[in-house]
């Protein structure tokens, strides 16, 4: 069975550093690209990041661009959004999900909370 | 970027009623477009990739077709279980931008 476990949200103020992981099992994580999706309170999703299987192509939401760093490390399947001077827009719950052939995702993680608030 | 337009934003329906969402991508996305179902306080669930692909698992009443910049998602006929926000998500090109969501309600 696919899991996917978010953790490392919480509390932070603005201009703060937070770094999530997540920890996947039940795949071959080194064979499978990774996304972190985010949702605001009460508003839809907004993808943020994008890491390929070897972590030689990524890619980033402009909103996010600059702040935050996505990575891999295929030897503890797990992976990591190291997020930087944080703003009250950072505000969401931060989903990790395994990419599909085609771009889909097609496995979600729980998700974790992010508040940056002072 | 690719903006995608989903309407409506909202729909109420009555269990056994046969459903389309529309989903407009800015520019041509091929059949890069996929569709997610979301229910309160869960994560996102995919339904559809490639446009018209069913996800394992999904029941069959599910379906979507579309291609280029023009797509929909149609539920034949509804279950108490499919009220819940329904996203599509294009992903021709990065960023993979979803849409803002259409809210499916009980009529």
């Given amino acids: 069975e696919v899991q996917l476990v978010e953790s490392g949200g919480g509390l932070v103020q603005p201009g703060g550093s937070l770094r999530l992981s997540c920890a996947a099992s039940g795949f071959t994580f080194s064979s499978y690209s990774m996304n972190w999706v985010r949702q605001a309170p ?28 996505i990575s891999r490390d295929n030897a503890k399947n797990s992976l990591y959004l190291q997020m930087n001077s944080l703003r009250a827009e950072d ?5 990790c999900a395994r990419g599909g052939v085609l771009g889909d995702i097609d496995y979600w993680g729980q998700g974790t909370l992010v508040t940056v608030s002072s | 970027d690719i903006q995608m337009t989903q309407s409506p934003s909202s729909l109420s329906a009555s269990v056994g009623d046969r459903v389309t969402i529309t989903c407009r991508a800015s520019q041509s996305i091929s059949s890069y477009l996929n569709w997610y179902q979301q229910k309160p306080g869960k994560a996102p669930k995919l339904l559809i990739y490639a446009a018209s692909s069913l996800q394992s698992g999904v029941p069959s009443r599910f379906s979507g077709s579309g291609s280029g910049t023009d797509f929909t998602l149609t539920i034949s006929s ?3 279980e499919d009220f819940a926000t329904y996203y599509c998500q294009q992903s021709y090109r990065p960023m993979y931008t979803f849409g803002q969501g259409t809210k499916l309600e009980i009529k």
Avoid: H
């Fill in chain 1, 42 to 69: 009460g508003k839809g999703l907004e993808w943020v990041s994008y890491i390929s299987s070897s972590s030689s192509t990524i890619y980033y939401a402009d909103s996010v661009k600059g702040r935050f760093t």
């Fill in chain 1, 91 to 95: 505000t969401a719950v931060y989903y």
């Fill in chain 2, 78 to 80: 509804l279950q108490p």
